[in-house]
């Protein structure tokens, strides 16, 4: 069963006071969500899966996987967007910190916070990854940025701060996700795939 739990905090903000909480959300994959049946070679089946499982307030949170490689989507809608992820395998933690704000006097998320494990499976280097939730019908999630743990003091404050202030507002496709805190030259990075263009309907397919 869904795990929720909630932690709020008060903000000042440009000489406000604005409420930001964090909503956590804890899962069993196998019993939580919903797997995608998916019309796919038989030479591909093993290759990957889709999933949709239900986030607080309505949202939902959207799973791929390719080849041992996550992309994550979060948002009001069961949508999959671009697929963004690193070169090498990936998985990722069961909780999911939702970083909501005051919308119309309601509570709205507005990004999420996920631990990833990036690596071989012996050695992943685990990092936080900020990524904005979708909130419209026509929109996308992703990456804001990245925060490798391994030297970075303090490092899910630090995530926090990223998603307050980067998240919103955040275009995507037109900003790349931004390593924050410690960035070493082992430091995995992101990389996002856009879509491809639709075709016009006087094009040839």
């Given at each position: 069963?869904i795990?929720?739990?909630?932690?709020a905090?008060?903000?000042?903000?440009?000489?406000?006071?604005?409420?930001?909480d964090?909503?956590y959300?804890?899962?069993?994959?196998?019993?939580?969500?919903?797997?995608?049946?998916q019309?796919v070679?038989?030479?591909?089946?093993?290759m990957?899966?889709?999933?949709?499982c239900?986030?607080?307030?309505?949202?939902?949170?959207?799973?791929?996987?390719?080849?041992?490689?996550?992309?994550m989507d979060?948002?009001t809608t069961?949508?999959f967007?671009p697929?963004e992820?690193f070169?090498?395998?990936?998985s990722?933690?069961?909780?999911?910190?939702?970083?909501?704000q005051?919308?119309?006097?309601?509570?709205?998320?507005?990004?999420?916070?996920?631990?990833?494990?990036v690596?071989?499976?012996?050695?992943?280097?685990?990092l936080?990854?900020i990524s904005t939730?979708?909130?419209?019908?026509g929109?996308?999630?992703?990456?804001?940025g990245?925060?490798?743990?391994?030297n970075?003091?303090?490092?899910?404050?630090?995530a926090?701060d990223?998603?307050?202030?980067?998240?919103?507002?955040?275009?995507c496709?037109n900003?790349?996700?931004?390593?924050?805190g410690?960035?070493?030259l082992?430091?995995?990075v992101p990389?996002r795939?856009?879509?491809?263009?639709?075709?016009?309907?006087g094009e040839?397919?």
């Open positions: 069963m795990r929720l739990a909630l932690l905090l008060v903000f000042p903000v440009a000489g406000h006071a604005q409420t930001l964090s909503v959300t804890s899962y069993d994959w196998a019993k939580d969500c919903r797997t995608l049946e019309d070679p038989p030479d591909e089946a093993g990957g899966f889709q999933m949709i239900p986030g607080p307030d309505g949202m939902y949170l959207m799973l791929t996987d390719g080849d041992a490689r996550i992309s979060y948002g069961q949508d967007g697929w992820s070169s090498t395998f990936s990722v933690s069961d909780t999911v910190k939702w970083r909501r005051a919308l119309k006097g309601e509570m709205t998320p507005f990004a999420t916070i996920h631990r990833w494990f690596g071989p499976s012996n050695t992943p280097r685990e936080l990854i939730v979708a909130t419209s019908p929109t996308e999630s992703c990456m804001v990245f925060i490798d743990t391994t970075t003091p303090d490092a899910n404050a630090l926090r990223v998603a307050d202030r980067y998240a919103p507002g955040f275009v496709g900003a790349r996700a931004r390593g924050f410690y960035v070493g082992d430091t995995p990389r795939v856009s879509p491809r263009p639709k075709k016009s309907t040839k397919p």
